[in-house]
């Protein structure tokens, strides 16, 4: 199901991008095909804006079937006439986009005393003009001799995000212990912050007990717009439909915290938390400046307490977050499928992308998981040639070079 071609706008509902993807109409509903490993790579080593949306062309729609697509597909003229009107597309911001596009579960803590983390840089910057410059919807030209054949399918952008980001800081923990990590301390080796402070843990409604905690995702409360407006008007279905269904979601008007956790009995100490500051800063909701740089990500958190009891090796409860998180995305049941040569067979399918490659990487014989010594990066690699330490030629001459000046 590649997708050709596919383009870039920003909802203006939402404030936030989308993803407008051309879809041949007989393609909406298929079953996903195996899911390539080399496109599964792409997508996890992207680095910028650019390189995510053309890894999201060629693996294929984050969402196949007509029910979960409900309302997000259009004729694709008809949604350029509408620009104005149902989806309300307006063109593509540099500078809202890089806020959305935050990458980096791999990027080091920045401070010692909060859990800020490094921003993109220029070379990010540099991929998202041209991102703009070559896919913006607006500029798409008119796609009439398109509509017979063809439908235009809305993503949003946040969930595509999401799901590598997700992917990534679960699947780094297995290429770390694989390379001999120490299991004892494996989470902070996997770039989570150690949550200890008392005023921190209250700030992000975390309990009493040691967490463990990353950036996950941009908090959409802090979309254009006023910070206020952006939480009454928050609707985790039309803005992060792929977040939505994996999560159960609680508010508390109480406090001034998201509270979500990942669904199913017992998951209760894998959350995603954010704070959204609904005190006014300097009197005024929407001056940001003022606000503490933590309040800008959305954040995995994992409690230390799992059913009560309080755990101290991080790989017990490395291991408690892969099954929860395999509990909730997929595990197909298998049936007799009466067809000759495939007689047992799934009886379910994926029935969104991130399903589709996490199947990949559990049925994955002859490739292993490797984060890579430099960018902490985790890809399948294959298993011919060796094991290896980087996930690039780049990332391995960059690595030698810095280890060589350490030395002189």
């Avoid at 911001?93 to 220029?122: I, Q």
């Avoid at 992000?204 to 717009?225: D, E, L, W």
């Avoid at 307490?305 to 790989?315: A, E, L, P, R, W």
């Avoid at 399903?355 to 559990?362: N, P, S």
Wanted: net charge neutral; glycine share 8%.
């Amino acid at each position: 199901m590649r997708t050709n071609p596919i383009y870039i706008a920003r909802d203006g509902k939402s404030g936030m991008h989308v993803l407008v993807r051309i879809l041949v109409v007989g393609d909406i509903g298929a079953d996903y095909l195996p899911i390539d490993p080399d496109g599964f790579n792409e997508l996890m080593m992207a680095r910028d804006a650019r390189s995510l949306v053309l890894a999201t062309q060629g693996l294929g729609p984050m969402f196949a079937s007509e029910g979960d697509l409900a309302g997000r597909i259009f004729v694709p003229s008809e949604l350029q006439r509408g620009i104005a009107g149902e989806m309300d597309l307006v063109p593509s911001d540099l500078g809202v986009l890089l806020s959305e596009c935050y990458f980096d579960p791999y990027a080091e803590p920045v401070g010692t005393g909060d859990m800020g983390y490094k921003e993109v840089g220029r070379t990010a910057k540099k991929a998202a003009r041209e991102l703009i410059d070559e896919f913006d919807f607006v500029n798409a030209g008119n796609l009439s001799y398109l509509d017979s054949r063809f439908r235009a399918v809305i993503e949003p952008l946040h969930d595509w995000i999401f799901a590598r980001n997700l992917l990534s800081i679960v699947l780094r923990i297995g290429g770390l212990y694989r390379t001999g990590a120490d299991p004892k301390t494996i989470l902070e080796t996997a770039r989570f912050r150690k949550v200890e402070p008392v005023s921190l843990k209250e700030r992000f409604n975390m309990g009493s007990a040691t967490c463990y905690a990353i950036p996950i995702a941009f908090n959409p409360f802090y979309r254009t717009g006023n910070l206020l407006v952006n939480d009454v008007t928050f609707d985790a279905q039309k803005i992060w439909p792929l977040y939505n269904s994996l999560t159960d979601i609680k508010k508390s008007f109480t406090q001034a915290v998201i509270d979500h956790h990942l669904k199913g009995d017992g998951n209760e100490f894998v959350k995603f938390l954010t704070s959204i500051e609904a005190a006014q800063a300097d009197g005024r909701f929407d001056n940001r400046k003022n606000h503490p740089e933590e309040n800008k990500w959305w954040y995995l958190v994992v409690s230390s307490n799992i059913d009560g009891k309080s755990i101290d090796d991080q790989m017990q409860i490395a291991n408690r977050i892969l099954q929860a998180v395999d509990g909730r995305l997929f595990q197909p049941r298998i049936a007799y499928s009466g067809v000759k040569m495939a007689e047992i067979a799934p009886e379910q399918k994926p029935r969104n992308m991130l399903e589709a490659m996490w199947l990949l990487v559990r049925n994955h014989p002859d490739h292993y998981l490797l984060t890579c010594k430099r960018c902490m990066r985790t890809v399948l690699s294959g298993t011919q040639g060796g094991e290896r330490s980087f996930c690039s030629n780049s990332c391995r001459a960059t690595w030698s070079k810095e280890h060589s000046a350490k030395k002189r």
